[in-house]
Every structure is written in structure tokens, then in C-alpha cells.
């Protein structure tokens, strides 16, 4: 047991980690002697909304079903999803019942968080654009937010461990703990403690909003560090901050007046896409927490949607097993997958695994994933105004 409120992975694997229903299901179904072959679907929306959303997730979904007796096909990660099933399940009920409950969890977490990022990337597609929220959510949800921020493309995420299971290095720099821990008017001692120990591949950017006016610490800092200083944050208080805007032209024009116009310029607290657009001219970068983690989990359902090869689904709910489009148009469309697609129309489901065994590494790579965000984004125009 774990001293903390995991639920550890081995739990998830094996179907524990599963709402008590599905345990009294499979014990119904085993005492019957049933165990039927059906077709089940993960879907958000039963017809195109013209709101899409990202689909992230997949890389967990995928090995949860792995090594179970079933057929998959899934949206690839990364790509703009809108109306019809997101993953169609093939297999005798049993293989997976028990596992609806993490599967959904993977998918509706992940791909909420991945499209709020992408909210973030297109506000300020030329900025960086940092996921700083590790901090709102549940230790055990850290990887899952960084590497959804970074399917929609953001540039970099604070949490250290969360970096360590994904392969990239967290990003960051210093908090006021820092300042405050040197003293009030002490900030060039706080600055400069950070310059001399920590490794020379970290940037050295001070936040300067501690104590006093931007303005005065940041040319304090510039003071302090001179040419060894690469930039300066600024996360102003919601109640000190007046036209954030105006704070960070005034400090961009003194530093550019001393000949220190090379000095990048971030900011973050309590950003969303709307202060992005406001300020992605005059910032080089963000730091963008709670709009990106705390976004509520998309609402995915799984529902059996064929039995025995025959249609069947819970009123509210499309049966047959479906298919989804992307038209020469470049709107969505679902379609029952035993009949042709619309002409010219691009199918998004692709098989992910068959009989157990995963078949389509790409359709849940990161970079690759990214890449196709950013070029869905781009088709769609998301989020242009
Ligand atoms: O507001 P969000 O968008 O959710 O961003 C997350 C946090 O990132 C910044 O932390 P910072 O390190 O500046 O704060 P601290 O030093 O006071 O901990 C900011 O103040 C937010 O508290």
C-alpha cells in the first residue's frame, strides 16, 4: 500500500482501479456463463458540434489495453477530434469491462488539459509558452498535464519528475521564496546566490516583483548581474498589477534606454489565453498554470455499441460500429464504418491494436503528436478570431 493516495499502476493494469460496478458485472456475466463479443466506443459527442477539441491520453489508453484479448482503433493523439468515438474496442466484454474506468480517466483528463494548452499555443503561437500548473492538481496527475501541454505544443513545463517520465527536462527558474528567504531589499543577494550555484545551463532570469516596482528591480537585477543576466519574470499580484501591459512596455523601454534591450521578458500568474493576445507583442514569455491544468476533464463516455456483430446501444446513443471523417471541407462527419466514408472524405481512425498487441507506436509519439496538433490548429484556424 502506498503511504500516500496513489492508486499504484498495478492496480490500473489489472482492472482494480475500476468503478465497484464493473467487478459486480464481470461476476454476474462469469456466473452466467456470458461473455459476449461486442464492439465499444469512447465518444464525447454522437454527431460533429463544430467545436473541436485535442485528443491527448492515448499513450496510456493504448497500454492499458495491451496484452488484452482485443482489436483497437483510435484517433491518433494530437489530432483535432469533434462528434463520433474517439476509440472503438473490439473484443469479448470481460477483456475489458473492468478497465472503462481508468481508460476514461486516461482520455478525458488528458485531452481537457491538451486543448486548453492549445488554447495557450495559438494565443501566442511566436512566444514561449510555459505549463506552470503542476501545482493545482494531484501529484499523481503531474505527467499527465506536462505531457498533454506538450502535445498541444507548448514549449516546456515545470515539473521535475513529471520531466523525468517523459523523457525532457523541466524548465524554471526561482520563486519569491527565494528573495524572501535572503530578505527585504535583499533581492541582488537572492539573484546573485541563484547566478553562482546553480548549473550554467539554466537561464539566469530573475523575477523581479518581489519587494518592490518592476521597473526598480529589474534594473536592480541588471545591476546585479549585468551580462550574465538572460531575463526577468514578472508575476505581479493580481491586486498590485493595475495595466499589466503598461508594466511590462515601461520595463522593456528602461531596459532598452540602458542598452540592456536584450533582456527577455516573461510573465505568468493567473494567465489565460485572452491576457496572451494582450501581451504576446510586448513578452518574449508566459507562464500559464491553472487556465491549462485545472480544465474540466472532457466528457467521455465508453459505451457498447454492437453485440454478437448485431447493432445495439442504450437509448441516447448511436449503435454499429462507426467511423470518423475528415471531408474535403474539412469539417468532421461520422459514419457507420461497414459503409464508404463521404467522397474524398479522410478517415481518423487508424488500428492502434490487434489481438493485444500494439501496432501503431507513431499514433501516440509525442513529437509526433505535437506535429500533428500544430498542423490540425492551423487547418481549422483554432481558436483565430
Ligand atoms: O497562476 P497560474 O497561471 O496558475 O500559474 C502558476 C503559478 O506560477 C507562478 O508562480 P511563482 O513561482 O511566481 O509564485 P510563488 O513564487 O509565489 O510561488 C504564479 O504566481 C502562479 O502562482
Same mark, same amino acid.
Do not use: S
Given at each position: 500500500m502506498s503511504e500516500f493516495d496513489i492508486v499504484d499502476a498495478e492496480a490500473v493494469r489489472s482492472g482494480r482501479a475500476t468503478d465497484a460496478y464493473f467487478d459486480r458485472t464481470a461476476t454476474a456475466l462469469e456466473g452466467? *456463463? =456470458?461473455n459476449p463479443r461486442v464492439v465499444a466506443e469512447v465518444t464525447a459527442d454522437q454527431f460533429p458540434t463544430g467545436e473541436f477539441e485535442l485528443l491527448a491520453g492515448l499513450k496510456d489508453a493504448v497500454a492499458l489495453l495491451s496484452g488484452r484479448d482485443v482489436d483497437v482503433h483510435a484517433i491518433p493523439e494530437g489530432r483535432l477530434f469533434d462528434g463520433g468515438p474517439v476509440m472503438r474496442i473490439e473484443g469479448n466484454y470481460l477483456e475489458f469491462a473492468r478497465l472503462e474506468t481508468s481508460l476514461l480517466g486516461f482520455l478525458s483528463h488528458a485531452s481537457a488539459i491538451a486543448t486548453a494548452a492549445l488554447d495557450c499555443r495559438v494565443a501566442a503561437p511566436d512566444s514561449q509558452v510555459l505549463s506552470f500548473g503542476a501545482r493545482h492538481v494531484h501529484p499523481a496527475m503531474t505527467a499527465a498535464v506536462e505531457r498533454s501541454a506538450l502535445v498541444a505544443g507548448l514549449d516546456g513545463f515545470s515539473h521535475v519528475a513529471a520531466g523525468d517520465l517523459i523523457g525532457r527536462e523541466a524548465s524554471g527558474t526561482m520563486p519569491h521564496a527565494l528573495s524572501i528567504?535572503? *530578505?527585504?531589499?535583499?533581492?541582488?543577494?537572492?539573484?546573485?546566490a541563484f547566478d553562482e550555484a546553480v548549473d550554467e545551463s539554466v537561464p539566469r532570469i530573475a523575477l523581479c516583483d518581489t519587494y518592490s516596482d518592476e521597473v526598480d528591480e529589474v534594473l =536592480?537585477? !541588471?545591476?546585479a548581474l549585468g551580462d550574465r543576466l538572460d531575463g526577468v519574470r514578472l508575476d505581479t499580484t493580481g491586486s498590485r498589477r493595475g495595466d499589466f501591459r503598461h508594466i511590462v512596455r515601461e520595463v522593456n523601454w528602461e531596459l532598452d534606454a540602458r542598452g540592456h534591450g536584450d533582456v527577455d521578458v516573461y510573465v505568468s500568474g493567473g494567465l489565460g489565453p485572452a491576457d496572451l493576445r494582450r501581451l504576446r507583442d510586448v513578452v518574449d514569455g508566459f507562464g500559464v498554470g491553472g487556465y491549462v491544468s485545472n480544465a474540466d476533464p472532457v466528457d467521455f463516455a465508453l459505451d457498447i455499441v454492437a453485440v454478437e456483430g448485431e447493432p445495439a446501444a442504450k437509448r441516447g446513443k448511436l449503435s454499429g460500429a462507426k467511423a470518423v471523417y475528415r471531408t474535403a471541407e474539412g469539417d468532421h462527419a461520422v459514419g457507420l464504418a461497414a459503409r464508404d466514408g463521404p467522397a474524398d472524405a479522410e478517415p481518423l481512425m487508424e488500428p492502434v491494436i490487434r489481438g493485444g498487441e500494439v501496432v501503431a507506436d507513431d499514433a501516440f509519439d509525442l513529437d509526433a503528436a505535437t506535429e500533428r496538433a500544430l498542423a490540425d490548429a492551423?487547418? !481549422? *484556424?483554432?481558436g483565430s478570431e
Open positions: 452466467a *456463463g =456470458r528567504c535572503f *530578505g527585504r531589499g535583499e533581492q541582488e543577494a537572492a539573484w546573485r =536592480r537585477a !541588471v545591476d492551423e487547418r !481549422v *484556424g483554432y
